[in-house]
């Protein structure tokens, strides 16, 4: 009696398969991202502006809380979401071609409700204290700002260049530590100190800004001035992220083998879910093609694309014959 062969590896390689597509189907909806989000700068802004406005002499350094905060969210919940946390990271991964557009608006707003329900806990925390009578000012002292509420009396064109260009660094590494040439895994920790790194430089320009649901969140519950010079810290940050988004964007659409679409050329076939509130992690192809970037920074705790033979043919690196390992 004979029994039919299969080539060896083939049911490994379509046990493989049949997971990835499971993944696929499961991957979270917009709603759950959005959530996730949120959760994310909840957990970001609650530690980082809590350690600003309390921390004291012998405390962790409340730019170090904020780096450990955002490594601790992106494992957390990067899963979910992507692990942006930041409107300037979104809007820059979504001109990278990482992100849907679609996503965009929900991830902001999830943002700043998360970042401005952790600022308004502390309030409400202070305001119990019968001996705290100047709340204002302690949010006030955790503000960002220019001109004569820097703490170097830093003007409004030295801090709105340093903020472009540290929002744009940020930005810059998170898309780098994403691509899917890249550690995945590693990502958190590349972000999270990289900020770290950032806010102790921009600490006496601008008391620390780069992420604008930070400079939103206390703004709203600080002295008339912070809301006044809220506007630098959102358009600052967004230039930074418009520009590393299209130098990215371009890295992509020029590298070696690519396709003549950037985002094309780092699409990776991935089924939809049952319904349209099911589509891909960080959907980065035309709305209902339910593909995404296979160097989606949404996907870092996955194993890279190059792993997989199909994809491993197309990464040949400049000047050589084989694929990348």
Known sequence: MTYPTTPAGATADAASA????????????????????????????????????????????????????????????GHVSGGHFNPAITIGSAV?????????????????????????????VLSANAQLTDIRGFFSSASNGFDDHSAAQFPLTSAFLLEVVASALLVAVLLGAGSRRARRDLAPFAVGLTYAGLLSFLLPVTNGGINPVRATASALFA?????????????????GALIAGLIFR?????????????????????PAGPDTDQAPVDDGGPAGTGRRPVGDAASFFDKPASDSPQAASDDVAPGTTGPVR
């Open 223 to 239: 002295e008339s001035w912070a809301l006044e010079q809220l506007w630098m810290f959102w358009a600052a940050p967004i230039v």
């Open 250 to 270: 371009s890295i992509d659409g020029f590298a070696p083998g690519r396709k003549s679409s950037a985002v094309d050329a780092e699409m990776a076939a991935v």
């Open 96 to 124: 990278a071609g990482r992100t849907d557009w679609k996503s965009v608006a929900p991830y902001v707003v999830a943002q700043v409700v998360g970042a401005v329900a952790a600022s308004g806990l502390i309030w409400l």
């Open 18 to 77: 049949a997971s990835t597509s499971d993944d696929a189907m499961r991957a979270p909806g917009l709603v759950a991202r959005s959530i996730a989000e949120g959760a994310g700068s909840f957990l970001v802004i609650l530690a980082g502006l809590g350690a600003t406005m309390l921390a004291t002499e012998t405390a962790l350094q409340p730019t170090l809380v904020f780096g450990f905060a955002v490594v601790a969210a992106m494992i957390a919940f």
